[in-house]
């Protein structure tokens, strides 16, 4: 494998791009869990959908937490969107997931090697470590780096047919996330379990 | 596990039918339809998981970490599936974070039920100290929590608790004292 970070032909892609590349691909009332910081001001700024969760804290959980709706509700089809220093904060989940092979979950990671949010520091991973490979060394073994954007476009196609579960890495720039999530998590999970069917509204 | 036993089986079985207190606690989880119980392992939980894992009604498995199994069960609870958390007391301090940033400010009813260490014969300074830490971490977050010492009382607590952190939709912990599960004393 080749180990140098630096000389990846992946193309740097934009997060808010990205996401909404994604969301425009969901048909199905897909649940969407968005991770802290910028991966969920980008979902929200996508345009809010009763299916997305927005994290407010709790860095890392993105991944268990789609985890928990996937196991909940199996014939739906589940993405949660999460950045590489969070993930780096929790890369147990990647083999419990690996473990338990939710065939409707998808993992998406927004690398771009700093935590934008605090000022754009570097992530202990960012010159020497390789998304991918991990998640593939915790036993996802349908993980992939999206070339550009056509590809990530047809790697969240094979998602939404896959019957295993699924990561795809993208490169992205360093700009910060274009909206600002409202920030009320009460409201926030009500109206997701409305969106999941949960419960029905008063 | 042994010495665990052996100590449980002194506590008065006529209340309860003579279950164990892994039984009852496996019986409550299902009685009120909890079925997704993602654990860091114990020893003194080691009949309950082993129990929990034979017993197809249940989703039993490990996470690296305490805080993965909360982000876990709440995700399923978003999604309409009951879950609990099982951890032992230096697991709980590893989650102040996720209570105070998803549990309770999103109104999960996060159920745990933590298996203390740390009290009572522990041999581990370590363990005491970090078991000093739980209280109050729970005490700051005005969280409802039950020390259980009693087997003829664990029914009635856990069932209760439950029903209660789901109709008001906040986080309990239910402490599962040595007094009740022997505890885990020094062997080796």
């Known amino acids: 494998m080749n180990t140098d970070v630096s000389a990846r032909n992946t193309k740097v892609m934009n997060r808010f791009d990205v ?8 048909k199905h009332e897909e649940a969407v869990i968005g991770g802290i910081g910028n ?3 980008d979902l929200w700024a996508a345009g809010h ?3 997305n969760f927005y994290m407010l804290g709790s860095m890392g959980l993105a991944f268990p937490i789609a985890l928990g709706v996937a196991l909940a509700q199996p014939e739906r089809r589940v993405f949660a969107l999460e950045g590489d220093g969070s993930l780096l904060m929790q890369l147990g989940a990647l083999s419990t997931i690996a473990t338990l092979k939710p065939e409707n979950l998808t993992m998406i990671v927004m690398d771009n090697g700093i935590y934008q949010i605090t000022g754009a520091q570097p992530t202990p991973a960012a010159n020497v470590a390789d998304i991918v490979a991990i998640a593939i060394g915790s036993g996802l073994a349908n993980s992939a780096w999206a070339a550009d954007e056509e590809d990530f476009e047809r790697l ?3 998602a939404l047919a896959a019957r295993e579960p699924r990561l795809i890495a993208v490169r992205i720039d360093d700009k910060p996330g274009v909206g600002t999530t409202r920030r009320d998590p009460v409201q926030i999970r009500e109206l997701f379990m409305h969106g999941l069917g949960v419960r029905e509204p008063l | 596990m042994a010495v665990a036993e052996q100590q449980t089986s002194r506590q008065p079985t006529q209340e309860s039918g003579g279950r164990s207190w892994h039984t009852i606690v496996l019986q409550t989880l299902k009685r009120n339809e909890i079925s ?9 939980l080691t009949p309950l998981i082993k129990n929990l894992h034979a017993d197809p009604f249940f989703t039993t498995f490990a996470t690296a970490r305490e805080e993965e199994a909360v982000g876990i069960v709440s995700g399923a609870w978003m999604g309409g599936r009951r879950g609990a958390v099982l951890m032992q007391t230096s697991g709980f301090a590893t989650l102040a974070n996720v209570l105070a940033s998803l549990a309770v400010p999103y109104q999960i009813p996060l159920i745990m039920f933590v298996s203390e260490r740390g009290t009572l014969g522990e041999f581990n300074y370590g363990q005491s100290l970090v078991c000093r830490t739980m209280r109050p971490v729970l005490d700051s977050l005005a969280l409802e929590h039950h020390t259980i010492t009693r087997l003829d009382e664990l029914e009635f607590i856990a069932d209760r608790s439950i029903k209660q952190a789901v109709t008001t939709q906040a986080p309990v912990a239910l402490i599962l004292n040595p007094l009740l599960t022997g505890g885990k004393v020094f062997d080796k």
Do not use: A, G, W
Request: charged share 25%; proline share 12%; net charge positive.
């Open chain 1, 19 to 26: 996401t909404s590349r994604l969301i425009t691909k969901l």
């Open chain 2, 36 to 44: 997704l119980i993602p654990y860091v392992p114990d020893r003194v």
């Open chain 1, 39 to 41: 991966t969920n001001f």
């Open chain 1, 49 to 51: 959908r009763p299916q």
């Open chain 1, 156 to 158: 969240v196609e094979e």
